[in-house]
């Protein structure tokens, strides 16, 4: 078992996976087999952080260019002012305040996203 854990076949397995397997093995050798055979000396598998996937301006501005109609401005809004998913589901005319070039989320229905009760985003520059 110990060969099986420390090869490089089974560096390759995630680390969830691995611990399954593991905790398998211990299942089917206590409980079944009646085997104790001690305590297990390995290494603990660990998650590797992820970076996460960002797009370049020139990629975005891609992606956007290929949209239609008001999907592209949503889109465009999204992008240009960090609005998120939900909000920009949710956004309303009353929400952009064009002359203090802002959009001001106010807490509505006991909703309010992320904890706050009010959020002001500024409103992406026009090219």
């Not at 960002?54 to 592209?72: G, Q, S, Y």
């Amino acid at each position: 078992m110990h060969g099986w854990v420390t090869s490089p076949c089974s560096a390759i397995c995630r680390s969830v996976r691995k611990k399954a397997v593991l905790n398998a093995i211990v299942l089917l050798y206590r409980q079944i087999l009646n085997i104790e055979f001690g305590k297990l000396d390995f290494d603990g598998a660990s998650n590797g952080r992820r970076l996460p996937v960002v797009f370049t301006r020139e990629e975005a501005t891609a992606v956007i260019d290929n949209l239609c109609c008001h999907h592209r401005l949503l889109v465009s809004v999204m992008y240009g002012s960090g609005l998120r998913a939900m909000d920009a589901g949710r956004l309303r005319v009353q929400d952009v305040h064009f002359g203090h070039k802002c959009i001001l989320f106010v807490k509505r229905n006991g909703r309010s996203g992320i904890g706050h009760r009010y959020r002001t985003l500024l409103w992406p520059l026009c090219s």
